[in-house]
C-alpha cells in the first residue's frame, strides 16, 4: 500500500454516535451509501457484510466500504460498545479515496484513540461554531493513528499513558535540563522502572529521546536561515556549543552548519 497516496486526504463526516447497546439493540438490513469506520470498545458483535458473517470484538476496528449492505446484532452478555463514523474521503482534487484499511483488523484497545473519538463525539454533538473544522481534523488524527497500527507498523505512540505525558511534557519543556528522576516523580513511578517502561514503550532510552527531540528542532531551526548554530543550541537547551556540534553529528550524519541555506 503507498503511503504517499493517504498524505492530502480530506475528509467530510456525515454521522458520528458513541454506540452504547442495549441487549435489544439491533441494527436492520440496509445498505449504505457512506464509508463506514467503527472502532469497538467493549463487548461483542455480529455483522453481516454483504451476507458475510463477522464477528467483533472490543480492541477491533471494521472498516466498510460505500455501498455495503449490512446488519448487526450485539451479544446479549457481553453488549457491545463502540464508536462509529459515517464519512467520505476524497483527495485535495476532489477525488474519492478508498479508506486505507482492510476490512476488519486488530489494532487493540488504545486509551489515546477513545480519548480522540469521545472528543469527536462530543464536538460533533455540540455543534458550536466552527465545530466541521475540529470534527475533520479530530478524525484525521484518529485515521493516522490507525495507520501507524495497522499499516505502517510503528507502535511506538501506542504505549503507556504516563509515557504519552511525559513526552506531551518534553515537547514543551526540552530547553530545561529535564532529568529521569524528575519525569519520574511526575508519573508517581520509581526511577528505575519509568526508565525501563520508557525504553519499552519508545524503542530508546529517555535521554536518548529528550536528545533527539533537541537535535530535531534545532535543525528546523537553522533550516529556517534565520539563525547561528550557537543560537539554535542555545535556543534548544545546550549550555555547550560543542557538545552540541557533536550530538548534533553523531545523531544526523553530519554538522548542524550543513542544515544553514546557502547564502548567495
Not at 484525521?140 to 505512540?157: A, G, M, N, P, T
Request: proline share 5%.
Amino acid at each position: 500500500m503507498s503511503v504517499v497516496v493517504y498524505e492530502a486526504m480530506i475528509p467530510d463526516i456525515k454521522y458520528v454516535i458513541h454506540r452504547k447497546c442495549t441487549p435489544s439493540w439491533e441494527m436492520t438490513e440496509h445498505e449504505h451509501s457512506a464509508c463506514n469506520l467503527t472502532y469497538f470498545t467493549h463487548g461483542k458483535a455480529r455483522y453481516t457484510i454483504n451476507n458475510e458473517i463477522i464477528e467483533v470484538k472490543a480492541g477491533d476496528l471494521l472498516v466498510l466500504p460505500t455501498n455495503c449492505v449490512r446488519k448487526a446484532i450485539t451479544s446479549p452478555v457481553e453488549l457491545m460498545q463502540c464508536f462509529s463514523v459515517d464519512f467520505h474521503l476524497r483527495k485535495i482534487k476532489n477525488e474519492e479515496l478508498i479508506p486505507p484499511f482492510p476490512l476488519l483488523c486488530e489494532p487493540g484497545l488504545h486509551k489515546d484513540i477513545i480519548h480522540l473519538f469521545n472528543e469527536l463525539t462530543f464536538t460533533w454533538i455540540a455543534k458550536r461554531q466552527g465545530y466541521i473544522i475540529k470534527c475533520n481534523g479530530l478524525f484525521l488524527q484518529i485515521i493516522h493513528r490507525f495507520l501507524e497500527l495497522v499499516v505502517y507498523k510503528d507502535e511506538s505512540y501506542s504505549g503507556d499513558f504516563r509515557i504519552t505525558r511525559v513526552i506531551r511534557y518534553i515537547r514543551t519543556h526540552y530547553v530545561e535540563n529535564i532529568t529521569v528522576r524528575e519525569m519520574a516523580e511526575m508519573v508517581d513511578l520509581n526511577p528505575a522502572y519509568f526508565g525501563v517502561l520508557f525504553r519499552q514503550v519508545m524503542g530508546m532510552s529517555f535521554n536518548h529521546y529528550l536528545m533527539q527531540t533537541r537535535i530535531r528542532i534545532a535543525e528546523n531551526m537553522l533550516l529556517s536561515g534565520e539563525y547561528k548554530v550557537s543560537d539554535a543550541a542555545e535556543a534548544c537547551g545546550f549550555a555547550d556549543v560543542s557538545h552540541f556540534y557533536k550530538q548534533f553529528k553523531l545523531l544526523k550524519g553530519f554538522p548542524p552548519s550543513h542544515c544553514m541555506p546557502k547564502k548567495f
